[in-house]
Structure formats: structure tokens, C-alpha cells
């Protein structure tokens, strides 16, 4: 079945940086688009990054310029390069994949950007 492992978060300094991994398994996943998503405290899942299987690339306007999404097929692992953190990027960020209309997530991993 669809596994998505989300690791890499913590705690870190504003201005700071993280990468995150999501790691997947139980589809091809070099034929799939990767998106990842965040969830704030008492706020709505938002969309953060997308990768198509081309390796094309689209960024929520908050983030453009600071996070770079990518991905390695060979690892079936899709990359979230996360710099100049602020604190309003504090949230679990969650990996997802869309296969036969169905969405599958991972439990996500949890970024705190605190002095």
C-alpha cells in the first residue's frame, strides 16, 4: 500500500534553515507529482510546493524564493529545502501523493521557528 514518511523537522532560529524528506513507497513513484503541505495551529492544510514527474515546480507566493522543492527517484524520496525560515513557517508539514483520484498523506513532521 501508499507509505509516505515525513522527516526532518524541528526546532530552529528565525532565519534559519531545514530540509525536510518525504519518504515514499507502494506506487511508482518516478511517474507521480509530490506535493508538500502545512497545517499552522487552528489554520487550514496549505498547499507549500508541488514537483510534477518532469521535475516542473510551483510555490505558494509565501514561500517563493526561500523553499525549494525536489526529488530523487532513485530513493523514491521528494526533498523540501526550507532557508530563511520565519516564524509564520511554524507547522506540520505534510507530504502527499494523488493516485487514481485518491489522496494519500503522511503523518508529517513538525517545524517550530522560535528565538
Known amino acids: 500500500q501508499v507509505q509516505l514518511v515525513e522527516s526532518g523537522g524541528g526546532l530552529v532560529q528565525p532565519g534559519g534553515s531545514l530540509r525536510l524528506s518525504c519518504s515514499a513507497s507502494?506506487?511508482?513513484?518516478?511517474?507521480?507529482?509530490m506535493s508538500w503541505y502545512r497545517q499552522a495551529p487552528g489554520k487550514e492544510r496549505d498547499l507549500v510546493a508541488t514537483?510534477?514527474?518532469?521535475?516542473?515546480?510551483n510555490y505558494a507566493d509565501s514561500v517563493k524564493g526561500r523553499f525549494t522543492i525536489s526529488r530523487d527517484n532513485a530513493k523514491n524520496t521528494v526533498y523540501l529545502q526550507m532557508n530563511s525560515l520565519k516564524p509564520e513557517d511554524t507547522a506540520v508539514y505534510y507530504c502527499?501523493?494523488?493516485?487514481?483520484?485518491?489522496?494519500?498523506w503522511g503523518k508529517g513532521t513538525l517545524v517550530t521557528v522560535s528565538s
Open positions: 514537483i510534477t514527474a518532469g521535475r516542473n515546480t
Open positions: 507502494g506506487f511508482t513513484f518516478s511517474t507521480y507529482a
Open positions: 502527499k501523493v494523488t493516485r487514481y483520484g485518491m489522496d494519500y
